[in-house]
């Protein structure tokens, strides 16, 4: 069965403390993996897409990892801003279909 | 580039009534996704079209939900008769590529759905 899997359901961090997020995920055929943000009352935002195991991407604090099994989304020196929901999300080969985890919420305190 | 668009925003109904959100995506986009969003959970996907044909609707509970997507731009997503557990956000994003290729989506604001 393909599903998307996050942790920790919830993370709280000192500003400045660095950590990551984990995405693990099984599916029959990746075609592509995706973070986003999620602000309360909002939709969803895209941050990356990783195509390939070995690919990262960065932007500002973020920086995204792809490996077989599972994806990282690793925050360095965060800021109270960085607070929100950050949502992993997976295409697979199988008719294209999109698989959402739960997220992690981050709270980043000043 | 404006983005994609939904209303209402908020909806407050009483069970067994119906309730219709739309939709408008990012202009030139070909694929559109109705998401269900129950607090503190991921999106899970009702529907997908690109253009105006459905893709995927595996999810979707057809007794109750229906979907459509006008000449291959706007859509709407309706719900007759409500239930309880449809409370809910419902969001609508899209993304430029077709079902063959990676798809960024690109979501909206949603829609809040309180049924009482």
């Known amino acids: 069965e393909d599903q998307v899997t996050q942790s920790p359901e919830a993370l709280r961090l000192q500003e400045g403390e660095s950590s990551s997020l984990n995405c693990s995920y099984t599916?029959?055929?990746?075609?592509?993996l995706f973070w986003y943000r999620q602000d309360p009352g909002k939709g969803p935002e895209f941050l990356f897409t990783?195509?390939?195991a070995g690919e990262e991407k960065e932007k500002e604090r973020l920086k995204a990892t792809l490996t077989k099994k599972e994806s990282f989304l690793h925050i360095t020196a965060p800021k109270p801003e960085d607070s929100a929901t950050y949502l992993c999300?997976?295409?697979?080969?199988?008719?294209?279909?999109?698989?959402f985890g739960s997220g992690t919420k981050l709270n980043v305190k000043p | 580039e404006a983005g994609v668009a939904q209303s209402p925003r908020y909806k407050i109904i009483e069970k067994r009534q119906s309730v219709a959100f739309w939709c408008n995506p990012i202009?030139?986009?070909?694929?559109l996704y109705w998401y269900q969003q129950i607090l503190g959970q991921g999106p899970k996907l009702l529907i997908q079209?690109?253009?105006?044909?459905?893709?995927?609707d595996s999810q979707l509970p057809k007794d109750r939900f229906s979907a459509e997507r006008l000449k291959g731009v706007d859509s709407t997503l309706k719900i007759q008769p409500a239930k309880l557990e449809d409370s809910a956000v419902y969001l609508c994003?899209?993304?430029?590529?077709?079902?063959?290729?990676?798809?960024?989506?690109?979501f909206g604001p949603g829609t809040r759905l309180t049924v009482t």
């Open positions: 994003a899209s993304s430029r590529r077709g079902t063959g290729g990676m798809n960024e989506q690109y």
């Open positions: 599916v029959s055929g990746l075609r592509g």
């Open positions: 990783l195509y390939s």
């Open positions: 999300a997976v295409q697979a080969e199988n008719f294209n279909k999109f698989y």
């Open positions: 202009s030139g986009h070909a694929t």
């Open positions: 079209f690109q253009n105006n044909g459905v893709v995927d």
